[in-house]
């Protein structure tokens, strides 16, 4: 069992930054991939990024990369979310996830989430 705690949404400016945090607890397998997904009202959830446990690699989708940047920090069990340039198309609740394949992309992939974060971004 591994459980998921968000925080570090809020309300931001358009071309602003937030980072969201994940805190996680029970057992986490060095094979596991951590993502964040996000769903807008009326949308289905969304991928966003992985990072592999152990390994560090990452994966984004198109429309964050390069404003957005997942990191972990294994010794506190921390997912991270850096989001730069925020465009109100950003604005969600966003979720962590975590699955046993680094290669997950879709809500079926992950076995665990959050209960999420909302992030609104103004423009």
């Known amino acids: 069992q591994v459980q998921l705690v968000e925080s570090g949404g809020g309300l931001v400016q358009a071309g602003g930054s937030l980072r969201l945090s994940c805190a996680a607890s029970g057992r986490i397998s060095s094979n596991d991939g951590m993502a964040w997904f996000r769903q807008a009202p009326g949308k289905e959830r969304e991928f966003v990024a992985i990072i592999h446990w152990s390994a560090g690699n990452t994966f984004y989708q198109d429309s964050v990369k390069g404003r957005f940047t997942i990191s972990r920090d294994n010794a506190r069990n921390m997912v991270y979310l850096q989001m730069n340039s925020l465009k109100a198309e950003d604005s969600a609740v966003y979720y962590c996830?975590?699955?046993?394949?680094?290669?997950?992309?879709?809500?079926?992939?992950?076995?665990?989430w959050g209960q999420g974060t909302q992030v609104t971004v103004s423009s």
């Open positions: 996830a975590a699955g046993p394949h680094y290669s997950g992309r879709r809500f079926s992939d992950f076995y665990y």
